[in-house]
Nanobody
Framework: QPRLVESGGGLVQPGGSLRLSCAASGFSLEHYAIGWFRQAPGKEREGVSC????????NYADSVKGRFTISRDSAANTVYLQMNSLKPEDTAVYYCARSRTTVAYTTLSGYNDWGPGTQVTVSS
């Protein structure tokens, strides 16, 4: 049974940093792409970043380019999202999801296994 669990969320001041982790179990990340998504109150879930099975293809939403970095650790079977220069508009529940294939799709429909999410709040 594939399972994803996010961690690392919390309350941070504007300009601060957080590192989110997406720990996978029940399958190997070496065979799947992983995406990070977020959903703010009253808004639709949106893509933040995604990384393919070997890290050779990475995408970022325009709103986070230059501030967020996605990476993967095959030995730990974990994908990370380093978030720097955080803004209040980054406040949301962040989810990681497993792609249907090795491809890092930029749309939600490309993913079929989701974690429960972790709350990120950026506020002074």
């Amino acid at each position: 049974q594939p399972r994803l669990v996010e961690s690392g969320g919390g309350l941070v001041q504007p300009g601060g940093s957080l590192r989110l982790s997406c720990a996978a179990s029940g399958f190997s990340l070496e065979h799947y792409a992983i995406g990070w998504f977020r959903q703010a109150p009253g808004k639709e879930r949106e893509g933040v970043s995604c990384i393919n099975y070997n890290g050779g293809s990475i995408n970022y939403a325009d709103s986070v380019k230059g501030r967020f970095t996605i990476s993967r650790d095959s030995a730990a079977n974990t994908v990370y999202l380093q978030m720097n220069s955080l803004k209040p508009e980054d406040t949301a529940v962040y989810y990681c999801a497993r792609s249907r294939t090795t491809v890092a799709y930029t749309t939600l429909s490309g993913y079929n296994d989701w974690g429960p999410g972790t709350q990120v709040t950026v506020s002074s």
